[in-house]
């Protein structure tokens, strides 16, 4: 089942798609958002004010360090990854995350355009709370060149259909 994005408007902003509630969701299936692009200003405006270390504010201190050039956060990556998320999978509740791990194997560079793939691993239904359930996604945030930059795997509070 596919949950295709549909056309942005003059503000970038994606137009909404139909809400989604846990039975809506089958495992396997994946949500493809749209792109991402970053910059070099927006990851040190976002470093100097949430992550002020040398190899995200500071393109010339970044050389002689372990990253070996300006990257993004990893929080600056999440952080765009839960946008495209937003957009890409509309859980009619919203994203309510009751845990998650993460992992960044390489870094955000500038001029990387950024979009994530998620896929359901698993859905299960309280058995105390017939209403609701939790569903794990496992997302791949990616790169222009399809490199992965982020991993995380997250248990996320889903709804049933309201009656």
Same mark, same amino acid.
């Given at each position: 089942?596919?949950? *295709?994005?549909?056309?942005?408007?003059?503000? =970038?902003?994606?137009?909404?798609?139909?809400?989604?509630?846990?039975? =809506?969701?089958?495992?396997?299936?994946?949500?493809?958002?749209?792109?991402?692009?970053? =910059?070099?200003?927006?990851?040190?405006?976002?470093?100097?004010?949430? *992550?002020?270390?040398?190899?995200? +504010? *500071?393109?010339?201190? %970044?050389? =002689?360090?372990?990253? #070996?050039?300006?990257?993004?956060?990893?929080? #600056?990556?999440?952080? +765009?990854?839960?946008?495209?998320?937003?957009?890409?999978?509309?859980?009619?509740?919203?994203?309510?995350?009751?845990?998650?791990? +993460?992992?960044?194997? #390489?870094?955000?560079?500038?001029? *990387?355009?950024? @979009?994530?793939? %998620?896929?359901?691993?698993?859905?299960?239904?309280?058995?105390?709370?017939?209403?609701?359930?939790?569903?794990?996604? @496992?997302? #791949?945030?990616?790169?222009?060149?399809?490199?992965?930059?982020?991993?995380?795997?997250?248990?996320?509070?889903?709804?049933?259909?309201? %009656?």
């Amino acid at each position: 089942m596919a949950n *295709d994005i549909k056309a942005r408007d003059s503000a =970038d902003q994606v137009a909404p798609l139909r809400p989604l509630y846990l039975e =809506d969701l089958a495992v396997g299936q994946e949500f493809t958002s749209r792109s991402y692009p970053l =910059d070099e200003a927006a990851i040190i405006a976002f470093a100097r004010q949430y *992550d002020p270390q040398p190899f995200h +504010i *500071d393109p010339e201190a %970044a050389k =002689d360090t372990f990253f #070996q050039g300006l990257a993004a956060s990893g929080w #600056q990556t999440m952080a +765009i990854t839960m946008r495209l998320l937003t957009e890409s999978l509309p859980i009619g509740s919203g994203l309510i995350g009751a845990g998650a791990e +993460i992992g960044w194997p #390489q870094p955000t560079r500038p001029g *990387d355009a950024l @979009h994530t793939v %998620a896929r359901v691993l698993e859905i299960t239904p309280s058995r105390s709370k017939p209403d609701r359930g939790f569903v794990t996604v @496992h997302t #791949q945030t990616l790169n222009q060149r399809g490199e992965v930059l982020q991993n995380v795997t997250t248990r996320i509070l889903t709804f049933r259909r309201p %009656a």
